[in-house]
Antibody, heavy 122, light 109 residues
Framework: EVQLVESGGGLVQPGGTLRLSCAAS?????????IHWVRQAPGKGLVWVSR????????TYADSVKGRFTISRDNAKNTVYLQMNTLRAEDTAVYYC??????????????WGQGTLVTVSS | QTVVTQEPSLTVSPGGTVTLTCASS?????????PNWFQQKPGQAPRALIY???NKNSWTPARFSGSLLEGKAALTLSGVQPEDEADYYC?????????FGTGTKVTVL
């Protein structure tokens, strides 16, 4: 069974830092899957944040987090990280990690984690 | 930045059919946007339903189908069940980045 388990959320002051983790199991982590982060502010819609390729060298970010967030992965630990710096109140959200399989003519989003809540407040 | 727009809310009767759409501010949605659709119920993580326009994820009930309709991505629910009441989101691949739609709240009444 594929599982994605996020951790590392919590309360942080504006301007602070936090590192989220996404631990994956039930599939070959280093195979052809991208891992994405998606967030959802309380009572709001889904917002795409970032993605990282299998090899860890290709990353993409939403404009709203570019320069502040860094995504990385450790294939030996089956884990993806989201380093979040210079946090703002508007970063408050549940953060989900998501598995995405990309083929020659296909993009398949399949499994989602349960999410971890990040609250940025003084 | 691309804005992806969905109907804010739709109401459907049990057993009825409803179609949700997903439009891009940059123009017609094509298969190259690889539309994905998700269902989210209160207090739960989203669940994938459709990928790459019209392919069902392995757990997706047969009553859900995806298509392209008049320049938009579309999700059709046929024979709606009470448990289909939820928020639905589309996701488009937009030149290296991804953009979620604004979401549609489906009420079964």
């Amino acid at each position: 069974e594929v599982q994605l388990v996020e951790s590392g959320g919590g309360l942080v002051q504006p301007g602070g830092t936090l590192r989220l983790s996404c631990a994956a199991s039930g599939f070959t982590f280093s195979s052809s899957y991208w891992i994405h982060w998606v967030r959802q502010a309380p009572g709001k819609g889904l917002v795409w944040v970032s993605r990282i390729h299998t090899d860890g060298t290709t990353t993409t970010y939403a404009d709203s987090v570019k320069g502040r967030f860094t995504i990385s992965r450790d294939n030996a630990k089956n884990t993806v990280y989201l380093q979040m710096n210079t946090l703002r109140a508007e970063d408050t959200a549940v953060y989900y990690c998501v598995r995405v399989r990309v083929g020659a003519a296909s993009v398949e989003v399949d499994n989602w984690g349960q999410g971890t809540l990040v609250t940025v407040s003084s | 930045q691309t804005v992806v727009t969905q109907e804010p809310s739709l109401t459907v009767s049990p057993g009825g059919t409803v179609t949700l759409t997903c439009a891009s501010s940059t123009g017609a949605v094509t298969s190259g946007y690889y539309p994905n659709w998700f269902q989210q119920k209160p207090g739960q993580a989203p669940r994938a339903l459709i990928y790459s326009t019209s392919n069902k994820n392995s757990w997706t009930p047969a009553r859900f189908s995806g298509s392209l309709l008049e320049g938009k991505a579309a999700l059709t629910l046929s024979g709606v069940q009470p448990e289909d009441e939820a928020d639905y989101y589309c996701l488009l691949y937009c030149g290296g980045a991804y953009v979620f739609g604004t979401g549609t709240k489906v009420t079964v009444l």
